[in-house]
């Protein structure tokens, strides 16, 4: 069956400039998180949604950063007004629980550059 | 302040050399550990989960054990295929949300 799946794979922006990150997790997964990974830092938790219930937004970094997921299905992040140290791998994974089972299954992640 | 730290930060091994990547933690009350395999240009694999001290876990090559402070993950007779970055994290009792994430063990294995 098909994994959680990203797009796009590689963005370039330009300084300033809004993007969105799309993710389409593993059907049937109640679960999704979006991390951030940059060299030399660890997984960066940014925010997660698990059913219905209000999504846990308390990693994201700035306002300039949201994320929203509809019909318990597909998540957007946004960034908006890009800045430099944005630049990142931005990770999706789902679960059909949650985290207390370990097991996340990750998509092969979003690399975004800001110029 | 919960925190993971593994090393070595990387390590190179020989076609069937025997070694172990450490992974140890501070966290106020450990709900599980986990390990992940990520290979360049993709996401991270899971590989096992640890729940309590004395457990150990195996695949393949790998086992994974775990002490009230630290987990080993010990490879076996690695192959060129076993190269790749080994990821650690842990959920502590007190967020059952968030994964805390090592920043990794590179790991390169020479034919």
């Known amino acids: 069956g098909a994994g959680v799946s990203q797009s796009p794979s590689n963005k370039v922006t330009e300084k300033g400039k809004d993007v969105e990150l799309r993710c389409d997790p593993i059907s049937g997964h109640t679960a999704l998180y979006w991390y951030r990974q940059s060299l030399g830092q660890g997984l960066e938790f940014l925010i997660y949604f698990q059913g219905n219930s209000a999504p846990d937004k308390s990693g994201l970094p700035s306002d300039r950063f949201s994320a929203e997921r509809t019909g318990g299905s597909v998540s957007t992040l946004t960034i908006q007004r890009t800045q430099q140290e944005d630049s990142a791998v931005y990770l999706c994974a789902s679960s059909p629980t949650g985290v207390n089972t370990g097991e996340l299954f990750f998509g092969e992640g979003s690399r975004l550059t800001v110029l | 302040e919960d925190q993971v730290t593994q090393s070595p930060e990387a390590l190179r091994l020989q076609e069937g050399e025997s070694s172990s990547l450490n992974c140890s933690y501070t966290?106020?009350?450990?709900?599980?550990l986990f390990w992940y395999r990520q290979d360049p240009g993709k996401g991270p694999e899971f590989l096992f989960t640890l729940y309590s001290a004395g457990e150990e876990k195996e695949k393949e090559r790998l086992k994974a054990t775990l002490t009230k402070k630290e987990s080993f993950l010990h490879i076996t007779a690695p192959k060129p295929e076993d190269s790749a970055t080994y990821l650690c994290a842990v959920l502590n009792a007190g967020n059952n949300r968030k994964l805390i994430w090592g920043l990794g063990t590179s790991l390169a294995v020479n034919p």
């Open positions: 966290v106020s009350g450990l709900r599980g």
